[in-house]
């Protein structure tokens, strides 16, 4: 499918929601996993889909997705394959920064031309799963649709939260509804799976992953009114233009809050998670960086996913994820956190000269807690996150739903409580 489709991923907003993780970086570069980037998860369906012409389109704290991307994606002299970075630039024919989904691509269209596809493929750079986009391509072609989105059974409660749409026998979109009230539910249902009947999850909820027949998209973009593709071009597309619902059924979350970021890493800790990490035909793909194994003394694990390049002398880590390059002290104990490690080692000398090295220090307490990128960490210091803490934000931490996020680079001191 390669020739045939160009894939946009869609770098989101300022991301507010999940600051201060996006205080210096944008949503894709946000780190997951201990080890990729939100982004790496787009691509990496695109490329385990023989789809390997992607832009990322960005406005906000672009220079780590560049680097990261420069760093990463690089297909060689044979390759027509690419990933570029397409950041908002002001032209005397944009004269604006993107204000919306649509609008984005609006703007970036005089690019995407200069490429020949029959469709665009147009995902977003904060979710987190796994799909075979040739699947949805083919279902496209097969019912001749001019517009196919990915949907997802969900169950009614939360509906809420999402797009809800209808569709016929044939499949085919014939309603649409931006975050239904519950009270409207009942006359929203949709034909699903089986399997996804006896589990309750009945409703369609758009997954904002969108394929466009070239010519269609051209068309729509000369419209310079509709900024949002959720928002209008879906919704006013609906009765005019053959729209297709293509069902999908695995694992799907979107990660637009420090809450849904916080989850979906942990869940990654489970015996067998939802979403797989260890699965040969769908690898996912990031900056291959030469750092040594971990090294692990006298540390009891517990469901516990630990990166490259790692030396942890701590008591227990539990449910947690320990990003690369990550320091932590003897005695400490590390539970239900999300620890994302540095971007370098420091000199031996320097650790030597300096009262905290960087990582976390000897007989610390972290739960309900992410530490940033970079952060040093004192010794004896008690994080203990929950529903008990106030929201806050200070030049070190932030707390939003009872979760403690130490800011990037933040120097805690020893003794240090909240």
Known sequence: MKKKVLAIILGGGQGSRLAPLTENRSKPAVPVAGKYRLVDIPISNCLNSDINRIFVLTQFNSASL????????NFGFFSDGFVDIMAAELTPRSGTWFEGTADAVRKCMHHFLNYEFDYALILSGDQLYQMDYNLMVEEHIRKNAEITLATLPVLAKEAPGFGILKTNNDGLITEFIEKPVPELLPDW???????????GKNHLASMGIY????DLLVELM?????????????????????????????????IGTIESFFEANLKLT???????????????YTRARMLPPSKISGTTLDRTIIADGCIILASRIEHSV???RSRIGKGTTIVNSIIMGSDYYEELAEMNIKLRPMGVGERCYLNNAIVDKNCVIGNDVRINGGPHLAEADTPLYTIKEGIVILKKGAIIPDGFVI
Do not use: C
């Not at 560049?66 to 994606?73: D, R």
């Not at 249902?189 to 589990?199: A, L, W």
């Open 189 to 199: 249902t949709s034909e699903v799976s089986d399997e996804m009947k006896r589990v």
């Open 211 to 214: 394929l466009f027949n070239r």
């Open 66 to 73: 560049n680097k990261h991307i420069k760093n990463t994606y």
């Open 322 to 324: 320990v990003g690369i």
């Open 270 to 284: 489970d015996d067998i998670p939802d979403f797989n990490l260890f699965d040969n035909s769908r690898v996912i």
């Open 222 to 254: 000369a419209d310079p009114t509709t900024k949002d593709f959720g928002k209008e071009i879906i919704p006013q597309a609906i009765g005019t233009r053959k729209m297709l619902s293509y069902q999908y059924e695995g694992y799907w979350t979107d």
